[in-house]
């Protein structure tokens, strides 16, 4: 009985050390490619210009009623009244790639605080920085919240 009890801890560690080890490389790896990335966007560059550039002509293409359509799609989908259930799967998805169980507390508090934050953003950037590159596309979308 006791020799059965030490082989079951002794396979318990091993799954511990295992996942453990799976966690450690995630961040690792998860951390690389984060600055790489960051370092790739800020070094000026002929391909990072021209990725830029070319989103920017993209966005400039579209009609001003397109422009708010698609702002007030994107803000709906992040920050609209159906998003806590999305909010609440990313922040278990993130916590769980990394080894953590979200607890009630921390969904609640999460979901409470970063949409909020984010909404405060996008409407600055809404009506400060949209507005220099696209006053139409600002007032269509103050039209279509008055409705």
């Given at each position: 009985?006791?020799?059965?009890?030490?082989?079951?801890?002794?396979?318990?560690?091993?799954?511990?050390?295992?996942?453990?080890?799976?966690?450690?490389?995630?961040?690792?790896?998860?951390?690389?490619?984060?600055?790489?990335?960051?370092?790739?966007?800020?070094?000026?560059?002929?391909?990072?210009?021209?990725?830029?550039?070319?989103?920017?002509?993209?966005?400039?293409?579209?009609?001003?009623i397109a422009k708010a359509v698609?702002?007030?799609?994107?803000?709906?989908?992040?920050?609209?009244?159906?998003?806590?259930?999305?909010?609440?799967?990313?922040?278990?998805?993130?916590?769980?790639?990394?080894?953590?169980?979200?607890?009630?507390?921390?969904?609640?508090?999460?979901?409470?605080?970063?949409?909020?934050?984010?909404?405060?953003?996008?409407?600055?950037?809404?009506?400060?920085?949209?507005?220099?590159?696209?006053?139409?596309?600002?007032?269509?979308?103050?039209?279509?919240?008055?409705?």
């Open positions: 009985m006791l020799e059965h009890l030490r082989e079951f801890a002794l396979e318990i560690e091993e799954e511990e050390r295992h996942h453990n080890e799976q966690t450690l490389i995630t961040v690792v790896s998860d951390s690389v490619s984060g600055i790489m990335l960051f370092f790739m966007l800020a070094q000026p560059s002929r391909g990072r210009q021209a990725l830029f550039n070319t989103i920017s002509r993209l966005f400039e293409g579209l009609s001003d698609m702002i007030i799609l994107i803000a709906d989908t992040l920050l609209g009244y159906h998003s806590e259930e999305g909010w609440t799967g990313l922040f278990e998805l993130v916590l769980g790639r990394y080894g953590f169980e979200a607890e009630e507390e921390g969904v609640v508090i999460f979901v409470g605080i970063v949409p909020v934050v984010i909404d405060v953003f996008f409407k600055y950037w809404i009506f400060i920085g949209l507005n220099k590159i696209s006053p139409g596309a600002v007032v269509t979308i103050k039209q279509i919240d008055t409705h």
